[in-house]
């Protein structure tokens, strides 16, 4: 069962209200409960228009595009990034979570981060003191997220939201850091994302971004498209039965921004102390930036 913020999709459950830690929230669509504040601006108008991989959509359109593509991949997705990556993607979310250095008692909001692999590790790390909302678009990857937590054992300390990265239902400065990896390139509105990560971090907050960029180094970036564009597609279809699915994420890779792009659009959005290291020669990076 998922609760969402924003237009639910097929299957969910529209509910009020909200369950306490470690449950699901729901805040009813268009609303944040108690958060006046908020800027809840129109929906995108049918004329503009995103990146969808390669193609050119709608800009309402995306997030039910993206959404399709993470409900039929959800179940298989972490076996996926292993075989993907040959497991280094544990390697690099390790770095991401030695970078941010959380702290006990810390509010983190993780977004898509719907599998729950950095919060969990954000539990680990500060010995279950960290306090952790998972917001990610798709309910089914909030479902195996949750699963996995109690297969875990951990039946508090993280709260599943179904919400959209562009439109958090969070408080104003109501989180110490923010972290969101591998999800940044789904969003439409990289610009609003960013506006709003800043938004809900307090002063002194951090933010973390673990993302795929841009090959740095000569023949490994050759290498790279090749493994690209025909294994990771063939490798998804086999396991997953989606090759589509995957051809999209790797199209998106490359439509993403790269490395100082991406810095530069966090500066815009108003992070100061903005910084980049690059991952296994620029396949993936870590942004980092502070709100003052």
């Known amino acids: 069962m ?62 039910g595009l993206v959404r399709d593509v993470f409900d039929s991949v959800a ?10 990556s040959g497991g280094v993607h544990r390697l690099w979310k390790a770095a991401l979570i030695d970078w941010l250095a959380p702290r006990r008692e810390w509010h983190v ?78 969003i439409t509105d990289i610009d609003r994302a960013l506006s709003e990560a800043r938004r809900v971090l307090r002063p002194g907050g951090r933010f973390m971004c673990l993302e795929f960029s841009r090959v740095v180094l000569p023949v490994l970036d050759r290498l790279y498209d090749l493994y690209s564009f025909h294994v990771l597609p063939a490798l998804g279809d086999m396991v ?22 991406l810095a530069d659009l966090m500066g815009s959005a108003g992070f100061e102390q903005v910084k980049f290291r690059n991952l296994a020669g620029g396949i993936a990076a870590i942004h980092a930036g502070w709100r003052l």
């Not at 049918?46 to 991989?53: I, Q, R, V, Y």
């Not at 997953?240 to 792009?261: K, M, N, W």
């Open 109 to 186: 909001l993780d977004v898509a981060g719907g599998t729950g692999d950095i919060a969990l590790r954000l539990l680990e790390r500060t010995g279950g003191k960290v306090r952790v909302t998972v917001c990610d678009l798709t309910a089914k990857m909030l479902q195996v997220g949750r699963d996995r937590a109690i297969d875990q054992g951990r039946l508090g300390g993280i709260d599943w939201v179904c919400g959209d990265g562009e439109r958090l239902p969070i408080a104003d400065g109501a989180c110490d850091a923010y972290t969101i990896a591998f999800g940044l390139r789904n």
């Open 2 to 63: 998922a609760l969402c913020f924003g237009p639910p999709a097929p299957g969910d459950i529209d509910l009020p209200g909200r369950i306490p830690s470690g449950g699901w929230r729901n805040w009813p669509t268009g609303q944040r409960l108690g958060y006046g504040a908020a800027d809840m601006s129109a929906p995108k108008q049918p004329n503009e228009t995103a990146d969808f991989g390669f193609r050119r959509v709608d800009a309402a359109d995306k997030p």
């Open 240 to 261: 997953t039965g989606d090759r589509a699915a995957y051809a999209y994420l790797v199209e998106s890779i490359r439509r993403f921004p790269a490395q100082r792009e």
């Open 75 to 84: 179940e298989r997705y972490d076996l996926m990034n292993d075989l993907m």
